[in-house]
């Protein structure tokens, strides 16, 4: 079946670090990739998104690049703020309904 | 605005009460989901409807009943509920995939305390 592996956190850093959260994922053919942000006391929005290998996804900053010969889609930041602190999903879309969605890593960034 | 508006955005309640969650989506999407949040932010996909129609339902006590009026609607319907059902549940919808992989539009949860 279709699974989405994350790396676990929580993860802690400083303003203005650089940042890096794996996502690898297991899944036949060819799904889409996503990450999605909770902010505290919210629902999940959409982040950035990849439907093709080699596709970069960026949006405020992050990237991810959908690589097919490692099954990865990590997500990065160049410089993260206290505002970037957040729990940050990967998940992919294989079927025409249903995300599978990784376990969630819990970003801190302090001052 | 456009949105998936769930309500309420929180309840709290004893065991043993039936209680329901509402949500709406004026996006225009096919599809609506119910996902359920547990203490450890893990999401996992209770229910499906595309059109009105039920084509996920995955292994959720028989408690849980999801209702779909009209494609722009679906509510969960909690039967006897117990400590357990405590969570955060997310509504979202999604357009039909031919029209290109947008991903989820997420309402903004609601937190249900079974005390």
């Known amino acids: 079946g279709n699974s989405v592996t994350q790396m676990e956190g929580p993860v802690t850093l400083s303003e203005e670090a650089f940042l890096t959260i794996n996502c690898t994922y297991t899944?036949?053919?060819?799904?889409?990739l996503f990450w999605y942000v909770q902010y505290p006391g919210e629902g999940l929005q959409l982040l950035l998104k990849?439907?093709?290998?080699?596709d970069k996804g960026s949006n405020k900053g992050f990237e991810a690049t959908y690589r097919k010969e490692t099954t990865s889609f990590h997500l990065e930041k160049g410089s993260v703020q206290v505002s970037d602190s957040a729990v940050y999903f990967c998940?992919?879309?294989?079927?025409?309904?249903?995300?599978?969605f990784g376990s969630g890593t819990q970003l801190t960034v302090l001052p | 605005d456009t949105a998936v508006s769930q309500t309420p955005k929180y309840l709290v309640t004893q065991m043993g009460n039936d209680k329901s969650i509402k949500c709406e989506q004026n996006?225009?999407?096919?599809?609506m989901y119910w996902y359920k949040q547990d203490s450890k932010k893990f999401l996992k996909i209770m229910f499906s409807?595309?059109?009105?129609?039920?084509?996920i339902n995955e292994t959720v006590p028989n408690r849980f009943s999801p209702k779909s009026p009209d494609k722009a609607h679906l509510n969960l319907h909690i039967n006897s509920l117990e400590l357990g059902d405590s969570a955060v549940y997310f509504c979202?919808?999604?357009?039909?995939?031919?029209?290109?992989?947008?991903?989820?539009?997420f309402g903004s949860g609601t937190r249900l305390t079974v005390v």
């Open positions: 899944a036949t053919g060819y799904p889409s």
């Open positions: 409807y595309n059109n009105k129609e039920l084509i």
């Open positions: 979202a919808s999604s357009q039909d995939l031919l029209q290109g992989d947008l991903g989820y539009t």
């Open positions: 990849a439907t093709k290998a080699d």
């Open positions: 998940a992919l879309r294989r079927n025409a309904r249903q995300l599978t």
């Open positions: 996006l225009g999407h096919d599809t």
